[in-house]
């Protein structure tokens, strides 16, 4: 599969716990993007990373911090977890920063339930 | 501040009505809007993009600057194209703002 891949696929985790979320963009895609989806504020950008170097951030909470490693993997850390960061956080990528012709390619998402 | 608004959550209509999806943006500077969907249990996928000016599904999208608008249109709706839609506004390359999305229902 060259497509994007995220895991874990489910996170069940306690409170104040920490988690890490992995994305493996498409093949031969620098850029990767995270973002979280809840029901009530719909999908929020968090952060975007191109080549290894962070481009952009959006409304990402100081607790959750993310990088993207040599092999141009990306992972999502959540620490100190609440009730209210349950979400479906999503990954995607594109070739270069910005969506080109054919738009971000998203991964499939990795469902994360804090109780 | 940038932001995309899609006043519905929910729409329903039946199959072969026409469907108007609204999506308003607020950008101070030169938009790109897209549409993305995500049909049941698939990825989210880019749809159509605005300056392509291009159908796709039968689907088409206007950019109005006067009204700040990129409302998604089909003249006669099928059952295949219940799924989620989400208007987006990309911000310069650097990242995409979506808005709250649309579940567009077609009932049979």
């Known amino acids: 599969d060259s497509g994007v891949t995220q895991t874990p696929k489910h996170l069940i985790t306690a409170t104040g716990q920490r988690v890490t979320l992995r994305c493996s963009p498409r093949s031969g895609d620098l850029s990767v993007y995270w973002y979280q989806q809840s029901l009530d504020q719909g999908l929020q950008f968090l952060i975007h990373?191109?080549?290894?170097?962070?481009?952009a951030k959006g409304n990402i909470l100081e607790r959750f911090s993310a990088q993207q490693f040599p092999d141009l993997h990306s992972e999502l850390n959540l620490s100190s977890l609440e009730l209210g960061d349950s979400a479906l956080y999503f990954c995607a990528s594109s070739p270069s920063p910005g969506q080109g012709y054919y738009g971000y390619t998203f991964g499939s998402g990795t469902r994360l339930t804090v109780v | 501040a940038q932001r995309v608004t899609q006043p519905e959550k929910l729409l329903s209509v039946f199959k072969g009505a026409p469907v108007e999806l609204k999506c308003n943006y607020s950008?101070?500077?030169?938009?790109?809007l897209f549409w993305y969907v995500q049909y049941s249990r698939q990825r989210l996928q880019l749809l159509l993009r605005h300056i392509s000016r291009e159908s796709i599904k039968g689907f088409t999208a206007d950019l109005n600057k006067g009204e700040t608008s990129f409302h998604l249109k089909k003249p006669f709706a099928q059952e295949e194209d219940s799924a989620m839609y989400y208007c987006a506004l990309d911000q310069g390359a650097q990242k995409l703002v979506f808005g709250q999305g649309t579940r567009l229902t077609i009932n049979p």
């Open positions: 950008y101070s500077g030169s938009p790109e």
């Open positions: 990373y191109y080549n290894g170097e962070e481009r």
